[in-house]
């Protein structure tokens, strides 16, 4: 079985701070995937990477940055935490091929105070 | 880009009635559309998906039926019930490109 694994359930930041959210994949999956899930919004895609090192801007990268140094592990890192950064983080991992589902993490309850 | 739209926000329904959830996909070249239960407090997990060469997939309760030239597609539970009580997420996936394209969600609450 799939196994994503998000450091932290929940997380307090405050403004200004550099804040990691880590996620680990052990199905050698070559995508990895980052989210944000707020409500009646639906999850919108922060970034993505198809291979390490390598990263692509989703449909709100904005004061997000990533890095993906292994093939199991990427990180999503919040340069200045803000408090609209407040919100559920996801990380999700699938394999390369197409149409493949994406496995979830068990996401990151992340608030900036 | 793609564009999903899902419907309603929220439903709710007597425990043995059906449920139908209704999605909606603007790119002709999308070919992928899993669905996804997120109960409350936990992941999101893949139900069931459908792939564009086929226009429905049954397992036991679920089934996924999809329309292209419509560019629709929809859940459908029947016999629900209160463990059926969840958020659901359809996607829309445009194969070159591996992007999932959400739709808001709908929270299904199923009265025992």
């Known amino acids: 079985d799939v196994k994503v694994t998000q450091s932290s359930r929940y997380l307090v930041k405050r403004t200004g701070e550099k804040v990691f959210l880590e996620c680990v994949q052990d199905?050698?999956?070559?995508?990895m995937f980052w989210y944000r899930q707020d409500p009646g919004l639906g999850l919108r895609l922060i970034y993505f990477?198809?291979?390490?090192?390598?990263?692509e801007k989703g449909d709100i990268p904005e004061g997000y940055s990533v890095s993906r140094e292994k093939k199991e592990r990427f990180s999503l890192i919040l340069e200045s935490a803000s408090t609209n950064q407040t919100s559920m983080y996801l990380c999700?991992?699938?394999?390369?091929?197409?149409?493949?589902?994406?496995?979830f993490g068990d996401g990151t309850r992340l608030s900036i105070l | 880009g793609e564009n999903v739209e899902q419907h309603p926000s929220t439903l709710s329904v007597q425990e043995g009635d059906s449920a139908v959830i209704k999605c909606t996909y603007s790119?002709?070249?999308?070919?992928?559309f899993p669905w996804y239960k997120q109960e409350l407090g936990k992941r999101p997990q893949l139900i069931i998906d459908?792939?564009?060469?086929?226009g429905e997939k049954k397992d036991q309760r679920i089934a996924v039926t999809l329309n292209k030239t419509a560019k629709h597609f929809s859940l459908h539970i029947t016999e629900t019930q209160p463990e059926d009580s969840a958020v659901y997420f359809c996607?829309?996936?445009?194969?070159?490109?591996?992007?999932?394209?959400f739709g808001s969600g709908t929270k299904l609450n199923v009265k025992p």
């Open positions: 999700a991992s699938n394999p390369s091929g197409g149409n493949q589902p994406q496995h």
């Open positions: 199905m050698d999956h070559e995508n």
């Open positions: 990477s198809y291979d390490v090192k390598m990263k």
């Open positions: 790119d002709s070249a999308s070919n992928y």
């Open positions: 459908i792939r564009s060469n086929v």
């Open positions: 996607a829309a996936v445009r194969y070159n490109f591996n992007k999932f394209y």
